[in-house]
């Protein structure tokens, strides 16, 4: 008899659970609603499309997200096989030519001989087939409706918001420069400087600004903001300088010219290898796509800036995943059943591939008739599965990838944090080659 498992969703998590459990020989049955069906976040028919930034944060082992980036690497992630083929200058961190990036997967996932995929929304869930459901946090309202009564009424949900992407030609580049902070790294990113009379203008702008209106099936909710994708609009609000210490921070960066300092900064990643797309970092934002032109046209050298894409605001749903999953990401109720990406718990692209990854291996092997495996929690993969399984119930957030989530080395490292967390990371890497080993025997 054919081994086999059902994976919903061709997202990071879905593209890297179906070529793991495809990697052990199993035949995968990857559904994807795409090109049939969207949100309102996709607007290619690509897998692993990125809908918000283009950046994957942090390339450095002694980051949380770096340290995931790396453990995942080293034991065959496809995601991160993709990432580093079409990855774009970005300083310390690892961005991509998103278009590039979702073909590469897209291609990789449908040349898999153990992978069937049907482009078919699924709004059901056969209990007794062992199904890895990563549809993602915009996930379809008849399979959402579907998981609400399958896991009793334990979903919760936030809001997050993609950042706006401009033409770099329509950049006036005698107003703004390229600079990287302290002087780290490659000078990838454009600067575009403020003066004090400027910045505030532009607070008052943006604080009275007119925000869009919330979908008919938000209405009746109260606004959950997660804090790693505020919008702009809503941090400004804390306060008159709560950007010039988050997004807009001036601190470190000069010009390469006159070695002048600034007031606030707005700083422009790139969003393609072509150099052709710049998006502004930590612009996340809901305001109107008219009060978006004209308030961020504000900003010194996005005078006659051209908007290649407004930002976007979206619910996301995630379950309270310490009530309901174990470690290897399979429902408490029903191991047949296994979640992945967002939806867990777990935020950010990586941490997604992450979940993805774990959740895939294990669909396989209980498809093949073995044992669970639960990665080591000293590694950040095995770290981020733990907490979404033994987190405080009452209390659950989306947590992205970081140091506080691993077991303590158990001594004192001299030094301060930085050398702590090599420390820390040392020891998961260590222990990636010993799974990366395991997985090949598997």
Same mark, same amino acid.
């Given at each position: 008899?054919?081994?086999?498992?059902?994976?919903?969703?061709? #997202?990071?998590? /879905?593209?890297?659970?179906?070529?793991?459990?495809?990697?052990?020989?199993?035949?995968?049955?990857?559904?994807?609603?795409?090109?049939?069906?969207?949100?309102?976040?996709?607007?290619?028919?690509?897998? *692993?499309?990125?809908?918000?930034?283009?950046?994957?944060?942090?390339?450095?082992?002694?980051? /949380?997200?770096?340290?995931? $980036?790396?453990?995942?690497?080293?034991?065959?992630?496809?995601?991160? !096989?993709?990432?580093?083929?079409?990855?774009?200058?970005?300083? /310390?961190?690892?961005?991509?030519?998103?278009?590039?990036?979702?073909?590469?997967?897209? &291609?990789?996932?449908?040349?898999?001989?153990?992978?069937?995929?049907?482009?078919?929304?699924?709004?059901?869930?056969?209990?007794?087939?062992?199904?890895?459901?990563?549809?993602?946090?915009?996930?379809?309202?008849?399979?959402? &409706?579907?998981?609400?009564?399958?896991?009793?009424?334990?979903?919760?949900?936030?809001?997050?918001?993609?950042?706006?992407?401009?033409?770099?030609?329509?950049?006036?580049?005698? $107003?703004?420069?390229?600079?990287?902070?302290?002087?780290?790294?490659?000078?990838?990113?454009?600067?575009?400087?403020?003066?004090? *009379?400027?910045?505030?203008?532009?607070?008052?702008?943006?604080?009275?600004?007119?925000?869009?209106?919330?979908?008919?099936?938000?209405?009746?909710?109260?606004?959950?903001?997660?804090?790693?994708?505020?919008?702009?609009?809503?941090?400004?609000?804390? #306060?008159?300088?709560?950007?010039?210490?988050?997004?807009?921070?001036?601190?470190?960066?000069?010009?390469?010219?006159?070695? !002048?300092?600034?007031?606030?900064?707005?700083?422009?990643?790139?969003?393609?290898?072509?150099?052709?797309?710049?998006?502004?970092?930590?612009?996340?934002?809901?305001?109107?796509? #008219?009060?978006?032109?004209?308030?961020?046209?504000?900003?010194? @050298?996005? &005078?006659?800036?051209?908007?290649?894409?407004? @930002?976007?605001?979206?619910?996301?749903?995630?379950?309270?995943?310490?009530?309901?999953?174990?470690?290897?990401?399979?429902?408490?109720?029903?191991? +047949?059943?296994?979640?992945?990406?967002?939806?867990?718990?777990?935020?950010?692209?990586?941490?997604?591939?992450?979940?993805?990854?774990? *959740?895939?291996?294990?669909?396989?092997?209980?498809?093949? #008739? $073995?044992?669970?495996?639960?990665?080591?929690?000293?590694?950040?993969? /095995?770290?981020?599965?733990?907490?979404?399984?033994?987190?405080?119930?009452?209390?659950?957030?989306?947590?992205?990838?970081?140091?506080?989530?691993?077991?303590?080395?158990?001594?004192?490292?001299?030094?301060?944090?930085?050398?702590? +967390?090599?420390?820390? *990371?040392?020891?998961?890497?260590?222990?990636?080659?010993?799974?990366?080993?395991?997985? $090949?025997?598997?």
């Amino acid at each position: 008899m054919t081994k086999e498992i059902n994976i919903y969703g061709a #997202g990071l998590a /879905g593209s890297e659970a179906a070529w793991q459990a495809a990697k052990l020989g199993v035949h995968v049955k990857l559904y994807e609603m795409k090109p049939q069906k969207k949100t309102p976040a996709h607007h290619t028919d690509g897998f *692993a499309e990125l809908v918000c930034s283009n950046s994957l944060r942090s390339a450095e082992i002694t980051n /949380g997200s770096g340290l995931l $980036k790396e453990e995942l690497h080293r034991m065959g992630s496809v995601i991160m !096989e993709a990432a580093l083929s079409t990855r774009v200058a970005a300083g /310390g961190a690892l961005a991509v030519d998103r278009n590039l990036f979702s073909e590469f997967v897209t &291609e990789k996932i449908r040349s898999c001989e153990n992978i069937e995929v049907i482009e078919q929304e699924m709004t059901e869930i056969p209990e007794d087939e062992i199904t890895v459901i990563a549809t993602g946090p915009l996930t379809s309202d008849a399979l959402a &409706e579907k998981i609400q009564q399958m896991i009793g009424g334990n979903s919760l949900y936030f809001f997050d918001a993609a950042a706006p992407i401009v033409d770099f030609e329509s950049i006036d580049m005698t $107003k703004a420069f390229y600079a990287t902070r302290y002087d780290k790294g490659s000078p990838d990113y454009i600067n575009c400087p403020m003066t004090e *009379a400027e910045y505030k203008a532009f607070y008052q702008a943006l604080i009275t600004a007119e925000e869009a209106p919330l979908h008919d099936f938000d209405k009746d909710v109260s606004l959950k903001v997660f804090e790693g994708c505020m919008p702009v609009e809503v941090m400004a609000k804390r #306060g008159e300088d709560t950007l010039r210490f988050g997004p807009m921070k001036p601190v470190g960066i000069r010009h390469p010219e006159t070695g !002048e300092e600034f007031y606030a900064i707005v700083q422009l990643r790139r969003e393609n290898e072509d150099c052709t797309m710049f998006n502004l970092v930590g612009f996340q934002t809901h305001l109107t796509w #008219g009060e978006q032109k004209k308030v961020f046209r504000m900003i010194p @050298g996005l &005078e006659n800036a051209e908007f290649l894409r407004y @930002g976007v605001m979206h619910r996301n749903t995630f379950l309270n995943s310490p009530d309901l999953l174990d470690a290897d990401y399979s429902m408490r109720q029903n191991h +047949n059943i296994y979640f992945a990406g967002q939806m867990t718990g777990v935020e950010g692209y990586i941490e997604s591939a992450a979940s993805g990854f774990v *959740a895939g291996i294990n669909a396989a092997l209980r498809a093949m #008739g $073995k044992p669970a495996y639960l990665f080591p929690r000293e590694m950040m993969t /095995g770290a981020m599965a733990h907490y979404i399984s033994h987190g405080d119930k009452t209390t659950f957030q989306p947590m992205n990838a970081n140091f506080g989530v691993i077991p303590q080395l158990g001594f004192k490292v001299k030094g301060g944090k930085k050398y702590r +967390n090599e420390a820390m *990371a040392n020891r998961a890497l260590e222990t990636a080659d010993q799974v990366a080993q395991l997985l $090949k025997n598997l």
